[in-house]
């Protein structure tokens, strides 16, 4: 009898949970409606940001509502977060994979995945009254594709890329978390020309095959990962901290429900703090056994 009260009592903290969930329509593009959903915490402190969340999978596949992804959600909201997961176009899918010589897909997939974040952002700003919402205090978060996306977002923001009437040209986001992430340029090294990159906090697995933990190079073409990136943010001064995992791979895209902790702390100290310090550290756990894709080739040989 303790055990079925018990087991109905998780059902009902879950449902509730899920119940917590509001679906909105940000935007149609291509005859594809785009949405998000909206996790509210119980927190009422102002100081704590939004968090948005974007779903990886190589710009081929993937869900904003997996749900793999309810546990970390649960503990951002717990710790006074909310949070928001969003669709985004997946311009791979269908399309072949990219390669070497051929990285024009990649990136316009990528191009997409970042518009559709900002038409998001750009939703949560103009109907707070509507999603109950302050998206004026962001951070931004994603795995794999959505790292990448992330932390190209900021790229684009920083360097006066981005396509007028997709969001205020004064909007800034407070912060940035990358599991697996890199970033794109079709015109040689990464910089941040225009202004300094939001606190960045970047997690990557030192043999990762699928997201480049190094660089990737083609004449002008840079696809710059976590390794490049911090020695660029080391060398100016910005605000960061990478996480390394040595000798894992992909798998790391995985471990925002096991960095939880580590990234409230990373927005605690870099966002609402303000703090302008530079954090780097590397770890090896031979204990850590995720299954994850082997490579790149393995993720698209299907598509």
């Known amino acids: 009898m303790k055990k079925l009260s018990l087991i109905l009592i998780l059902v009902f903290a879950a449902f509730s949970f899920l119940k917590a969930q509001q679906t909105f329509l940000y935007a149609e593009k291509g005859g594809q409606k785009l949405y998000l959903d909206v996790y509210k915490s119980q927190n009422t402190d102002i100081k704590k940001p939004l968090l948005i969340y974007v779903f990886g999978g190589g710009f081929i596949m993937g869900e904003r509502y997996d749900k793999a992804f309810l546990p970390f959600i649960k503990g951002f909201n717990d710790q006074g977060f909310d949070i928001v997961c969003i669709d985004y176009r997946l311009g791979l899918k269908n399309s072949g994979k990219p390669g070497v010589f051929s990285f024009s897909p990649l990136l316009k997939s990528i191009d997409m995945a970042v518009e559709d974040l900002f038409s998001a952002t750009d939703f949560l700003l103009k109907n707070p009254n509507l999603t109950g919402v302050n998206a004026e205090n962001t951070v931004i978060m994603g795995s794999s594709a959505g790292a990448i996306t992330v932390l190209q977002a900021d790229y684009s923001i920083c360097n006066g890329l981005v396509k007028k009437g997709l969001i205020r040209d004064d909007f800034r986001y407070k912060g940035v978390v990358a599991f697996a992430g890199a970033i794109f340029s079709s015109k040689g090294r990464i910089r941040y020309r225009k202004a300094a990159p939001a606190p960045t906090m970047m ?79 590397t770890v090896k756990d031979p204990s850590i056994k995720v299954k994850s894709v082997a490579n790149s080739k393995e993720l698209y040989k299907n598509n």
């Open 203 to 281: 997690f990557h697995g030192t043999s990762d095959k699928v997201v480049t933990y190094k660089q990737i190079n083609l004449l002008k073409w840079h696809f710059t990962g976590t390794k490049k990136l911090s020695k660029k943010f080391e060398k100016h001064n910005y605000p960061h901290f990478t996480y390394r995992y040595e000798g894992l791979g992909h798998e790391v895209n995985f471990f925002v429900e096991r960095n939880l902790e580590d990234v409230c702390k990373f927005i605690d100290e870099y966002v609402i703090q303000g703090k302008k310090i530079k954090k780097d550290i």
